[in-house]
């Protein structure tokens, strides 16, 4: 989250008084969702992804860390307000500036978090509903930024593809960009976990062989991009051939689309069993290329 301090005429005074009143709303956590005025679609656009349980049951070990985390931070951001407060009155810049003051999405997203977390399941689930869309060219090209930015702050040895519907251009599909990373080791595993928990993405579930991170979930429902990261180790890669195999098959893929379609009247509030009820045509068609493509991957 950036907040821009525009100081035309006393930049000294202006600018305390505008970074007193962030310290202010910091400390008054519960409320700092109300009080910040922050322009909310380009904030949208960033993504504020809330950490949510959709399958199973909350780990409660995991909201205990939440929670430690959202208080470690938020101290960590009061101290960066303070900081910038006595740096700027000892230096009182004279001519016209911007100011702008960096704290963290990732440290101030924990208020968001905490506020899904107390939601039950079928309150979530009403939140973000299954919703299919036509076809949308943007999103080859989101995953491509997306992949481009994570192969920049991921520091391991790593193969980033784009699988789920999104990445069948002639089929409708929840407007949801699902990226699989595939790493060689479980210390690589835990390592990219580590990198993505710094770097604005949130758990969904994680287990010893993989995990699931988001991006793009707000208190107010979806943002505009929003996506699914799918972090398994090399070779766990069924997705790329159920993708591809649709992509050379269009029957088949049309004959997916309409399967769907119906579910989706059926289950939009229920993501659990939207996703059992395409189990076996995914198995069904996985298995069918994966003997035709061999060790293409």
Known sequence: MVFCVFVPRNPAVDTHNAVINID???????????????NRSANDARGIHPNIPFHGEKNTQQTEESSYNFQENLKKSIFLVR?????????????????????????????????????????????????????????????????????TIINEEVTISHIGST????????????????CDDKNSLKNISDIL???????????????????????????????????????DNDELYFRDYLVENQDVAKEYEKMKLLLWKKFEHNRDAYTESKTDFVKKYTLKAKNIYGDRY
């Open 24 to 38: 202010k709303h910091i400390a008054q956590k519960p409320k700092i969702k109300e009080n910040i005025n922050i």
């Open 83 to 151: 900081f910038y407060k006595k740096f700027i009155w000892i230096h009182q810049p004279k001519d016209k500036v911007i100011l702008i003051i960096f704290v963290s999405i990732f440290r101030l997203n924990f208020l968001n978090n905490r506020e899904l977390l107390k939601m039950p399941l079928e309150e979530l689930w009403q939140l973000f509903p299954i919703k299919l869309v036509p076809h949308n060219t943007l999103w080859e090209k989101w995953f491509q930024e997306e992949k481009q930015h994570l192969e």
């Open 167 to 182: 990445a069948v251009p002639s089929i409708w599909a929840k407007p949801i960009i699902d990226i699989l990373i595939e």
């Open 197 to 235: 928990d710094k770097n604005q993405y949130l758990c969904m579930s994680r287990d010893k062989d993989k995990m699931v991170y988001n991006k793009g979930y707000t208190i107010n429902g979806f943002a505009e991009k929003v996506f699914h990261l799918h972090i398994r180790l090399r070779g």
